[in-house]
Every structure is written in structure tokens, then in C-alpha cells.
């Protein structure tokens, strides 16, 4: 678990687990399945711009040849 969780440093369990009640406080239960439904749409059409940019790229890479 720790490595998938290298990223945030310092935070540990007990930190996480006040970050997660102060969301589900403030935001309410009903709107965070909304809100992940809406992370992940973003990072789906982050992930598919930049596979287009690198297909342009190869693309253009080819044409040069």
C-alpha cells in the first residue's frame, strides 16, 4: 500500500481518513459518485489527447521520411 501511495508524501492513514469525512461533509454523499463520474471522464479525454498528439507526432515523423 505504501507504494501506491508514494505520491502524497507525509499523509498517512489518519490524514486520509479526516481529507475523506471533510468531503463527505462538504460535498454530500449523493454528489460525490457525480463528481468521480466527472474525474474520470476528464482524465479519459486527457489520456485520449494525448495519444492523438502522439499519433500527430508519429504521423508527421513518417511524412518526413
Known amino acids: ?4 501511495l508514494l505520491f502524497l508524501g507525509g499523509v498517512g492513514m489518519q490524514e486520509l481518513l479526516v481529507i475523506g469525512l471533510f468531503v463527505l461533509i462538504f460535498f454530500g454523499a449523493k454528489r460525490i459518485p457525480e463528481f468521480m463520474r466527472g ?7 486527457f489520456k485520449e489527447g494525448l495519444n492523438g498528439v502522439k499519433k500527430d507526432l508519429e504521423d508527421e515523423e513518417l511524412s518526413k521520411k
Open 39 to 45: 474525474l474520470g471522464k476528464g482524465t479519459r479525454e
Open 1 to 4: 500500500m505504501e507504494g501506491s
